[in-house]
């Protein structure tokens, strides 16, 4: 009788123990106290969770074009659960001026600097990509990711309902999509995304596609023409090929940089710029994308002679 007694005793322990795990793990989840802190709706990614900014505010010309928002233009904050916290890596698109205001901020919390860029060239106003990660409560990280978007010039707004997406124009996506593959359409422009064959860690612990690791195409239509912003998150070996690639291809690279974390395999990030027939352009990324191992896209395989 014992014996039985002790049994329950122990099951009942388990069952408490595991309780508490789920309800840690479910407590650590809940993504709507982090839109809630940031003022920002958010999408699942998984176990994780991504805020995108696009800094609407702002009106930017690059080589005279005007730039979307949303078409690299968006400051981003993912989150992702760990066995105790969590992790947030992001970014934020900050005018030159504004960049002293969020370093500072940077270094009087517990978020750490990991890069600083300019996406583009010849664009007005200058702007550039602060890059920053931190560990710890979900709480305390959204409240530090708050300040760094305060300290920008854009007015910060309290959740509302998503805007309805406007249709995709066909005429302008699909010949795309079938070079390309699958793609996004958010209001004006059409964004690809690519993912690593390989995670990428850091430190022992995966770093999802999600959280600043996949390779993006931003396709921004202008009449019959386009201008194509993107960004390539390679392997050292891959970003040659790409870079002799593109260049062969008259796609203007507008910067080369790589991340302060220690980073397996180590990568780099490739910026471009393009602005022409948009069917042309995707044919020279996908040109591209055949000397990568990044999945998401299928290549048109020719056939074989007979």
């Not at 958010?42 to 900014?53: A, C, L, T």
Request: charged share 20%; with cysteine.
């Amino acid at each position: 009788m014992k014996r039985f007694g002790l049994a329950v005793s122990l099951i009942l322990a388990g069952t408490i123990f595991a309780w508490a795990g789920w309800s840690d793990r479910a407590a650590n989840r809940d993504w709507k106290t982090v839109e809630r802190l940031m003022g920002y709706p958010g999408q699942e990614e998984g176990d994780g969770f991504k805020i995108s900014v696009p800094r609407s505010d702002l009106n930017v010309l690059v080589q005279g074009s005007w730039v979307d928002p949303r078409a690299g233009l968006d400051s981003w904050f993912a989150f992702n659960p760990l066995s105790k916290g969590s992790l947030l890596i992001g970014e934020v698109v900050l005018v030159d001026w504004e960049v002293p205001r969020a370093e500072a901020l940077l270094a009087s919390n517990q978020l750490v600097l990991t890069s600083l860029y300019r996406p583009f060239n010849g664009e007005t106003p200058g702007i550039e990509r602060l890059g920053f990660m931190g560990k710890g409560s979900r709480v305390l990280l959204a409240q530090e990711a708050r300040t760094i978007l305060a300290a920008t010039s854009m007015t910060l707004v309290s959740i509302s309902p998503a805007a309805t997406p406007s249709a995709a124009p066909n005429a302008f996506c699909l010949p795309l999509e079938k070079i390309l593959g699958p793609a996004r359409w958010d209001g004006g422009v059409l964004s690809f995304s690519f993912f690593p064959k390989k995670p990428v860690m850091n430190e022992g612990i995966e770093i999802p596609a999600y959280m600043g690791f996949e390779t993006v195409f931003h396709f921004q239509p202008d009449g019959k023409q386009a201008e194509v912003y993107g960004q390539w998150v390679l392997s050292q070996e891959e970003g040659a090929k790409v870079v002799e690639s593109l260049m062969k291809n008259h796609i203007g690279i507008t910067g080369t940089h790589s991340s302060i974390l220690n980073l397996s395999p180590v990568c780099v990030f490739i910026d471009f710029w393009a602005e022409g027939n948009p069917v042309k352009i995707a044919k020279n990324l996908q040109e591209a994308l055949g000397l990568t191992q990044l999945a998401g896209w299928t290549p048109n395989t020719p056939k074989k002679a007979d």
